[in-house]
């Protein structure tokens, strides 16, 4: 007789917010894992919301950037199972292009937000680069 396991899974949605001129919105981490570090803006899928709306949600609350669900267009699934060290957590990652000059405002659980250029990134949180780098490639 086989015993199955069940892994618990979570599931999150992020934001790759691009400038028309090369650069991309960031937030500073103000919780664990990885408080201090640069991320993109995202965050847990409620009960009953789609990623897509989450994603939307997530941005308005760390970032004080506004969109509506559909101005959100899906770069892919990102489900390594060591991208987070609190465990297997699933996310889907969404792209938004915006003119320079946008204004944005930390809130929630971040505690700074700011735009950097692509080429001068920092050292950013769990899979972040890898996703920015998808979000890129999208465009092209």
Same mark, same amino acid.
């Given at each position: ?5 069940? #892994?618990?899974?979570?599931?999150t *949605? =992020?934001?790759?917010? &691009? ?5 991309? &919105?960031? %937030?500073?981490?103000? !919780?664990?894992?990885? #408080?201090?570090? !640069? /991320?993109? @803006? ?11 709306? /989450?994603?939307?949600?997530? &941005? *308005?609350?760390?970032?004080g950037?506004?969109?509506?669900? #559909? ?7 990102f489900d ?7 465990g297997?957590? $699933?996310?889907? *990652?969404?792209?938004m #292009? $915006?003119? @320079? ?13 700011? !735009? !950097? @250029? &692509? ?5 950013? /949180?769990?899979?972040? *680069? =890898? %996703?920015?780098?998808?979000? $890129?490639?999208?465009? /092209?």
């Amino acid at each position: 007789m086989s015993v199955e396991t069940f #892994e618990t899974i979570r599931y999150t *949605a =992020d934001v790759v917010v &691009l400038t028309t001129n090369g650069y991309v &919105l960031l %937030i500073q981490r103000g !919780w664990d894992p990885y #408080e201090g570090c !640069w /991320a993109l @803006p995202g965050g847990h899928v409620d009960p009953g919301e789609t990623s897509r709306a /989450a994603a939307a949600r997530e &941005l *308005a609350e760390e970032a004080g950037v506004y969109a509506m669900p #559909e101005e959100l267009a899906q770069v892919g699934t990102f489900d390594q199972p060591d991208r987070d060290p609190r465990g297997r957590y $699933v996310t889907v *990652a969404y792209r938004m #292009e $915006v003119i @320079p000059g946008l204004p944005i405002e930390a809130g929630d659980d971040a505690t700074n937000a700011q !735009w !950097w @250029p &692509l080429s001068a990134l920092p050292a950013l /949180a769990f899979d972040h *680069a =890898d %996703i920015i780098a998808a979000a $890129v490639a999208s465009i /092209a």
